[in-house]
């Protein structure tokens, strides 16, 4: 054996199809009696179970709302439980869970001197408590929104209600002392009777909070949050008027921002980190108008759901779904078309985990019976096939006394371990284990480094789910030669899913001749992108589908080495096209 080093690859792809189901979910029912049912607030606990506030009114009496409370068992929905019952006009639940799946609820309610206040209860004792008021006297609070933090502060976000100009404030309630802290001015902002400021909190325990400022109909989108210990503004790439703005942060705590455009009433997202934000992308089709929305949510893939209702006359009566990941967003799917005994549309809230596991829940409204009400409804399931462990290659390097294996996956979903195999007189033995990555869309490298190894040596990779099922990738023979063999390579894109376009990156590590071109999940020849010699390098191409349908292509990489000992070598990438 030689000291010079030595690089052999396997391109390989295993996988399914992640193509959306469509929301064909059976409708579960949530609140359907004789009241007026909406502004309907959800969360998933420590165990994914669901929790629902939300308000109920008997007709057009607004005395007579009051706020709801049910949650999800082991086998269904617990019975529905009055927050607030005083005949007083209680309106605009907010629910979140703490980490040990206590519920907390904030409201808006009126006090003595008949103005409304911020009131809140939790269950951590067991079961709520008559809800306290977090504020007194002053202005009519409205449109609350909350969040309880890892370390039980209570974050909140709300708007003064008067003839004048209003104002949007912020405050925290500290759980483990008891105390509040005193409103902080945020801007000067009117609201329209919806949530037009949100909140969330990022697992550092810090807020983010969002809101539209100006007049009713719309104004400057503000962002703000405490990541330097006060709460302060932070730029956006919005500078035009907008209303209907959602917040949400995910696990790897990235911002995640949508809001309408009022001049074209069509919504737009951003994301970002540390201050810096993607340059803003529309999402959903011109002739709606988007409302109604409680929130959004975002899977463990870091992909964000949308569901809303569209008042536009040109649009077909019912709410909507959109998702997407890195700012490439699906086709608009009609989650629930409005039958004929409901007219109206109201509004509609989500949860998504895993990736993509999702609940739709909405509100038609209507008469039945010559009463006035809106029914909740509820629709959830998975949304995308999971998708599988996908190696995009397995490959070895020998150098001097020490043989490296090294594999590359596109993505995992509920990967537990790699197990390395070595085949033996005996069958295959196990040699070590990694740990995987659990679930994840984003490139993955692994490596393990062996030092007693034979030419002629097979070794596989096993990868355990953490179910127990199992997988393998292909096998790889390790061969000693006297010349070096430069043709690993590696095939990305970015970004993934996209739309219309995404762009395909490569690397070589020797020269050699490539062809790239681009296949249907049927077999057929899409496009060639390249068919030419390359030297040594990092390339890169732009893939425009815009002829193309939504749906799974694969880019198919052939290397052909140069030098006296060719060979050739075949990678592959999955793009996923969603339009």
């Not at 210990?229 to 696990?251: E, H, M, R, W, Y």
Request: aromatic letters at 14%; one cysteine or more; charged letters at 15%.
């Amino acid at each position: 054996m030689t000291a010079r080093l030595m690089i052999f690859s396997l391109g390989l792809l295993f996988y399914l199809s992640i193509f959306p189901q469509g929301l064909t979910f059976p409708l579960e029912v949530i609140a359907s009696n004789n009241l007026f049912n909406n502004r309907q607030f959800v969360a998933y606990d420590n165990n994914d179970k669901i929790h629902v506030s939300y308000t109920g009114q008997s007709g057009t009496n607004s005395n007579s709302r009051e706020i709801y409370y049910l949650h999800e068992t082991d086998s269904r929905f617990s019975d529905t439980f009055n927050i607030s019952s005083n005949g007083v006009d209680d309106n605009y639940s907010t629910l979140s869970i703490d980490q040990n799946n206590k519920v907390h609820i904030v409201f808006i309610g009126r006090d003595a001197g008949n103005l409304f206040q911020l009131k809140y209860t939790n269950n951590i004792s067991g079961s709520f408590f008559t809800p306290v008021y977090l504020s007194t006297g002053g202005l009519n609070k409205a449109t609350p929104y909350s969040k309880i933090g890892p370390d039980s502060v209570l974050h909140i976000v709300y708007f003064t209600y008067t003839n004048d100009p209003d104002n949007a404030y912020y405050m925290k309630h500290d759980l483990l002392t008891g105390q509040s802290s005193s409103p902080l001015l945020l801007a000067a902002a009117e609201t329209s009777g919806d949530f037009d400021a949100c909140l969330d909190v990022d697992s550092n325990g810090k807020v983010h909070i969002l809101l539209k400022s100006g007049g009713v109909f719309g104004g400057q989108l503000r962002y703000y949050n405490d990541i330097t210990g006060t709460v302060s503004q932070v730029s956006l790439p919005v500078t035009a008027n907008v209303t209907t703005c959602k917040i949400a942060v995910d696990k790897t705590n990235q911002v995640h921002i949508v809001y309408r455009l009022e001049s074209e009433l069509r919504m737009y997202y951003t994301a970002g980190q540390n201050g810096t934000f993607t340059t803003p992308v529309v999402f959903t089709p011109p002739g709606q108008r988007p409302s109604g929305m409680q929130n959004i949510a975002v899977d463990d893939s870091q992909r964000v759901y949308i569901i809303y209702q569209s008042s536009a006359s040109t649009s077909a009566k019912g709410f909507y779904l959109v998702y997407g990941q890195n700012g490439v967003f699906s086709d608009t799917t009609l989650v629930y078309e409005i039958p004929p005994q409901y007219v109206t549309r109201n509004s509609s809230a989500i949860l998504a985990k895993g990736n993509g596991y999702i609940a739709t829940f909405f509100t038609p409204g209507g008469v039945r019976d010559g009463v006035v009400l809106a029914d909740i409804f509820m629709k959830r399931g998975q949304l995308f096939e999971p998708v599988p462990i996908e190696f995009i290659s397995f490959s070895y390097s020998v150098n001097t006394n020490v043989l490296t294996l090294n594999w590359t996956t596109a993505s995992e979903t509920n990967n537990s371990f790699f197990t390395i195999e070595k085949h033996t007189e005996y069958g295959w033995n196990s040699v070590a284990i990694i740990k995987g990555a659990g679930t994840t869309t984003e490139l993955q490298n692994y490596q393990y480094v062996i030092s007693f190894f034979s030419e002629g040596d097979r070794f596989r990779i096993r990868q355990t789910d953490l179910n127990g099922e199992f997988s393998f990738s292909g096998e790889i023979v390790i061969q000693f030669s006297n010349t070096t063999v430069e043709d690993y390579a590696v095939l990305t894109n970015y970004p993934n899913p996209f739309n219309p376009a995404t762009t395909i990156k490569y690397t070589l590590t020797g020269a050699g001749y490539v062809t790239i071109s681009v296949y249907s999940s049927l077999g057929e020849l899409v496009d060639l992108l390249t068919d030419a010699e390359h030297e040594a390098g990092t390339y890169q191409l732009k893939w425009n589908a815009k002829q193309n349908h939504s749906g799974i292509y694969f880019a198919v990489m052939e290397f052909q080495t140069k030098g006296e000992n060719q060979s050739a070598k075949r990678y592959f990438q999955k793009l996923v096209l969603l339009k």
